[in-house]
């Protein structure tokens, strides 16, 4: 549908279906020009942020993630995106939902207040990507993905395991939160991977694992081969820390480690999984106060958009 106020298209735009180019230096910022709207009737897809980070280890920052992604993905969003042969916006009604609310006073009550805006939005029909935020996130959006799909696979690319514990069963933070993922049956491990990890780890908790060394020194293809043997049909829930890029490729995150994936690497690596039955997905730990000339949005952006399309290839097609 052809729209008559080619400016502002987070705001203006008359269908939630198309790509229609608007001028990159100008404009609201929504993620990839989609239309800003709580309204989820007839919606596929929405993209959300929550722009949380008190949960980091390390750096802080990733509060502004959602906002950096957004303003990166308008910088591509006048086309359809390369190199997938058709747009998934003519396949998929897709808002940009904005952000999560929670009060920043009040900690304790954040992990609610997240799987409160999730099951709002799953409640609907909707499938969620969600753009972060540090990576504690992943955990509340589990609870309300498994409570719809069950027990979940799960793909996760990261530097880090994430299944860290002192043994204390209360404490969570973003390097923790994948371990009481699986205790409570979130996940299953055994139908699930981690990808482009390297740091030490003496307890993988059931999760196979495909370290930076083996994902660098193998083809995409390989690595792509692995992963749907791994998962095959069941419910993938999708997450991707943009620390499991090399430095040189994502300086601005809150705990980058040296001899991650290339950027092109890990777009050939999802263009590979086309088939795979995803139900969410996540960008995360962008934090744009430590990037150089955006690179680093820039790539959340457009790996968002890979998983978008993974998601319109296996559910409108």
Same mark, same amino acid.
């Given at each position: 549908?052809?729209?008559?106020?080619?400016?502002?298209?987070?705001?203006?735009?008359?269908?939630?279906?198309?790509?229609?180019? &608007?001028?990159? @230096?100008?404009?609201?910022?929504?993620?990839?020009?989609?239309?800003?709207?709580?309204?989820? /009737?007839?919606?596929?897809?929405?993209?959300?942020?929550?722009?949380?980070?008190?949960?980091?280890?390390?750096? #802080? %920052?990733?509060?502004?993630?959602?906002?950096?992604?957004? &303003?990166? +993905?308008?910088?591509?969003?006048?086309?359809? $995106?390369? #190199?997938?042969?058709?747009?998934?916006?003519?396949?998929?009604?897709?808002?940009? @939902?904005?952000?999560?609310h *929670?009060?920043?006073?009040?900690?304790?009550?954040?992990?609610?207040?997240?799987?409160?805006?999730?099951?709002?939005?799953?409640?609907?029909?909707?499938?969620?990507?969600?753009?972060?935020?540090? $990576?504690?996130?992943? @955990?509340?959006?589990? /609870?309300?993905?498994?409570?719809? $799909?069950?027990?979940? +696979?799960?793909?996760?690319?990261?530097?880090?395991?994430?299944?860290?514990?002192?043994?204390? &069963?209360?404490?969570?933070?973003? !390097?923790?939160?994948?371990?009481?993922?699986?205790?409570?049956?979130?996940?299953?491990?055994?139908? +699930?991977?981690?990808? !482009? /990890?390297?740091m030490t780890?003496?307890?993988?908790?059931?999760? /196979?694992?495909?370290?930076?060394?083996?994902?660098?020194?193998?083809?995409?293809?390989?690595?792509?081969?692995?992963?749907? &043997?791994?998962?095959?049909? $069941?419910?993938?829930?999708?997450? *991707?820390?943009?620390?499991?890029?090399?430095?040189?490729?994502?300086?601005?995150?809150?705990?980058?480690?040296?001899? %991650?994936?290339?950027?092109?690497?890990?777009?050939?690596?999802?263009?590979?999984?086309?088939?795979i039955?995803?139900? %969410?997905?996540?960008?995360?730990?962008?934090?744009?106060? @430590?990037?150089?000339?955006?690179?680093?949005?820039?790539?959340?952006?457009?790996?968002?958009?890979?998983?978008?399309?993974?998601y319109?290839?296996?559910?409108?097609f």
């Amino acid at each position: 549908m052809e729209n008559n106020n080619p400016t502002d298209q987070a705001i203006t735009r008359t269908s939630l279906y198309g790509t229609e180019a &608007e001028s990159t @230096y100008g404009g609201i910022t929504s993620f990839m020009r989609r239309r800003y709207s709580r309204d989820l /009737q007839g919606v596929d897809l929405v993209i959300s942020g929550i722009p949380f980070d008190t949960a980091t280890s390390n750096r #802080p %920052g990733s509060r502004f993630g959602p906002r950096a992604i957004r &303003e990166a +993905s308008v910088q591509s969003a006048w086309a359809r $995106h390369w #190199p997938w042969e058709f747009d998934p916006f003519d396949l998929l009604a897709c808002v940009d @939902y904005g952000d999560c609310h *929670f009060d920043y006073g009040s900690p304790q009550d954040t992990p609610a207040a997240i799987k409160a805006h999730a099951d709002k939005i799953l409640g609907t029909g909707a499938a969620m990507l969600t753009l972060g935020g540090d $990576h504690f996130i992943s @955990y509340p959006l589990l /609870q309300s993905h498994a409570e719809k $799909h069950g027990a979940l +696979s799960m793909i996760h690319f990261d530097a880090h395991h994430d299944t860290e514990s002192d043994g204390d &069963e209360k404490r969570i933070d973003h !390097g923790s939160m994948f371990y009481h993922a699986v205790r409570e049956g979130l996940i299953d491990p055994s139908r +699930s991977i981690q990808i !482009g /990890q390297r740091m030490t780890n003496d307890d993988l908790m059931g999760f /196979q694992v495909v370290d930076a060394r083996q994902a660098n020194t193998n083809s995409a293809e390989h690595i792509a081969r692995i992963i749907r &043997e791994r998962v095959g049909d $069941h419910p993938v829930y999708l997450t *991707f820390d943009i620390d499991c890029l090399d430095p040189a490729f994502a300086p601005g995150t809150g705990t980058p480690v040296c001899g %991650g994936l290339s950027t092109f690497h890990a777009f050939e690596i999802l263009r590979g999984l086309r088939g795979i039955n995803v139900i %969410g997905m996540d960008v995360v730990e962008v934090a744009p106060a @430590y990037d150089h000339a955006e690179i680093t949005a820039l790539a959340a952006s457009a790996l968002a958009m890979e998983m978008i399309c993974l998601y319109a290839a296996r559910h409108k097609f």
